[in-house]
């Protein structure tokens, strides 16, 4: 099948590399055309685990191509995927722009029968002002689509190669039939296409998301009770989460989640349900309780340097939202650093990934922050090391290294990655989220 991908960013890249890994003839529009260059050429332009293999593999195969023109990218494409931005505005709406532009651009250009795919995460009611914006000027028939992704970075492509559910929004037959037989390779293992309007496609990207991120601020709530009753929060989630109808996943407590979801839908969610004169308290609750938590550990350190962080120096493991990835959006560590600077201290960083993102972020901040080379040259003449993402190569580090390089036997943990008996056992200070602290 002739598929077109318009947008080239993390969805749009995974999107028309994993069709065209299935035998699809994909082509990605951009406007950039400095990425376009570097996309032709095979230099991939995001990170994501097990991606660039395919890339390279598909576009020297022929079957993904790059270009600037949207008039050279629809022809002869049979299904057209819109993978466009949609940040929120100052209210948290998500601003639709590049979305809706682009769709009035196809309706002057579009000759024949075409599937347009909303995949952006879009609020509810946008599958119809995409159709009327491609309307205005369309004189060939057409079905507008919505068939949100569930891709987690990190692990995009398993996600999308093996998904455990394909959402399509469409009342359209014959859209239908060519979305089933575009899908059909995906779900062989027998997990289901659920076909449904598209409204509550739409909005089961929203409630899905927003459903994960209340399991998380649930969570890190319930940290912070452990800790002011003497309970072990590791004991808790392993106790609820083995109930099935509460489920494992997403009970990890932590100092907040981040990146280019959770925060930017939930947010979303709730300015839609504004706007229907709908309070939806859950939602509005959870946002609140991640900022508190973004800087949950700040308080620890503040009391263990008796309040007085000027001329402190730290280290700082992690500075991507999540591991494997280099995307910074929301990052918590973000809001840590810009913390303890504006406290008098200053930082020395490290991350796989996502050190040249910060870099061009806090430009503004040279001198204060240091980005080191490697996580143990990191810890060098530190006060403390400070952990934000759960990276692997953190998990189980040579602690006599650390020890080594650190002024003071002190780690302040945020994602809960060491036991606390080995700690103890180690002679650390060592406090992390929802357990007892290690006191020297």
């Not at 995001?46 to 660039?52: A, D, K």
């Not at 609750?285 to 900022?291: C, I, P, Q, T």
């Not at 308080?299 to 493991?317: C, E, R, T």
């Amino acid at each position: 099948m002739k598929i077109t991908v318009v947008g080239t960013g993390y969805v749009g890249l995974v999107t028309g590399t994993c069709f065209a890994e299935t035998g699809n003839d994909v082509t990605c529009v951009d406007i950039d055309a400095n990425k376009v260059k570097k996309l032709s050429s095979g230099q991939i332009t995001i990170y994501e685990p097990g991606l660039e293999k395919l890339f390279e593999r598909n576009l020297k195969e022929g079957r993904l191509s790059f270009t600037t023109s949207l008039e050279e990218g629809i022809e002869d494409a049979e299904v057209i995927f819109l993978a466009l931005p949609t940040p929120p505005g100052a209210d948290g709406a998500a601003d639709l722009s590049f979305v809706l532009n682009v769709a009035a651009h196809l309706g002057k250009i579009m000759t024949d029968y075409k599937v347009v795919v909303d995949k952006s995460t879009v609020p509810v009611g946008t599958a119809e002002k995409v159709a009327a914006a491609i309307a205005q000027n369309c004189k060939t028939p057409f079905d507008v689509v919505s068939n949100p992704e569930f891709l987690r970075e990190g692990v995009a492509v398993d996600d999308f190669m093996k998904p455990d559910r394909v959402v399509i929004g469409t009342t359209s037959e014959r859209a239908r039939k060519v979305m089933g037989e575009l899908y059909a390779p995906f779900v062989r293992q027998g997990n289901p296409i659920l076909f449904m309007d598209e409204k509550s496609a739409e909005l089961t990207k929203y409630a899905a998301n927003s459903f994960l991120a209340t399991k998380i601020s649930f969570m890190n709530e319930i940290a912070i009770l452990c800790e002011k009753l003497g309970a072990d929060v590791d004991m808790v989630r392993r106790g609820i989460g083995s109930d099935d109808r509460i489920g494992k996943r997403f009970l990890f407590p932590g100092i907040g989640y981040g990146g280019s979801c959770f925060p930017k839908d939930v947010q979303a969610l709730v300015k839609s349900s504004e706007d229907v004169q709908y309070d939806f308290k859950i939602l509005n609750a959870v946002m609140d309780v991640n900022e508190r938590q973004k800087l949950f550990l700040l308080p620890k350190i503040q009391n263990y340097f008796s309040n007085d962080l000027g001329g402190k120096h730290f280290a700082l493991w992690g500075l991507a939202f999540k591991p494997n990835t280099d995307d910074i959006r929301e990052a918590p560590a973000l809001y840590i650093i810009e913390a303890l600077l504006a406290a008098g201290a200053t930082v020395t960083v490290f991350d796989p990934e996502a050190m040249s993102n910060v870099q061009r972020l806090l430009s503004d901040k040279n001198g204060k922050i240091v980005y080191a080379e490697h996580q143990y040259t990191c810890l060098e003449n530190a006060d403390a090391l400070i952990i934000a993402t759960e990276w692997s190569v953190f998990r189980t580090p040579d602690f006599q290294k650390i020890s080594a390089s650190l002024k003071n036997k002190v780690i302040f943990d945020g994602r809960n990655l060491f036991d606390v008996a080995r700690m103890k056992e180690l002679g650390y200070h060592y406090e992390s989220v929802g357990r007892i602290p290690v006191s020297l």
